[in-house]
Structure formats: C-alpha cells, structure tokens
C-alpha cells in the first residue's frame, strides 16, 4: 500500500517560515515527480510546486516564486517544501502527491498527473 505523509504545517505569523515534509512508503517515484498542492477555503485546489527526479527540474507557482523552495531525496523517498516570508493568502491545506510516469515538466502542475496523495497538513498564517 502506498502511503504519503505530510507533517510541518502550524500556526504562523506573516514573514515566519515553516518547512513541510512529505514522506513516502509503499514505492517509489523515481521515473516520475513529486509535488506539493494547496486548497484554501472555498477554493479549488491549486499547484504549488513539483519536482522531476530524473533532472531535477522545478516548477513553481507564480504565486510562491522565490519565497517557496521544493527539495527531496529520491533514495529516501522524501520530498519538502520550505516557505519563507509567508503570507495570510498562503493560509490552506498543503497536499503532498506522487507521479509514478514520466510526463513533460510543465504537464506537473496538473493535479489529475498524480496518481498517489497525502491526507494534507494545515499551514495558518495569521497578519
């Protein structure tokens, strides 16, 4: 069975920093990608950012170019998300998910491209 698991949301203030891991059990991901995904409330979900492990190629939102970092260990089957000077708008439920095909790098940012998701962590960020 496979299983990913987000941990590292919290309650933060505007400008703080939190670091988001998703770890991954069952397979790996090692043709494909791993991403991370947000929904605020009453929002449809939303791409965040992915990272392709047979090049390393990134891809982020617009919204959290140059404040959020993806990062991971493909051996360790661990993927992170650092956020820096966040702000109230980056306030939802972080998904965790996993590619297993290779896809073209831009083709990531679409959620129906994963097939494997995590239950989600909470990131509040208060003004």
């Known amino acids: 069975q496979v299983q990913l698991v987000e941990s590292g949301g919290g309650l933060v203030q505007a400008g703080d920093s939190l670091r988001l891991s998703c770890a991954v059990a069952?397979?790996?991901?090692?043709?494909?990608?791993m991403g991370w995904f947000r929904q605020a409330p009453g929002k449809e979900r939303e791409f965040v950012a992915t990272i392709r492990w047979i090049d390393s190629i990134v891809n982020y939102a617009d919204s959290v170019k140059g404040r959020f970092t993806i990062s991971g260990d493909n051996a360790e089957n661990t993927v992170y998300l650092q956020m820096n000077s966040l702000k109230p708008e980056d306030t939802a439920v972080y998904y965790c998910a996993g590619n297993a095909h290779r896809v073209l790098p831009g083709a990531l940012k679409l959620e129906g491209n994963y097939e494997y998701w995590g239950q989600g962590t909470q990131v509040t960020v208060s003004s």
């Open positions: 069952g397979r790996t991901f090692a043709n494909g990608a």
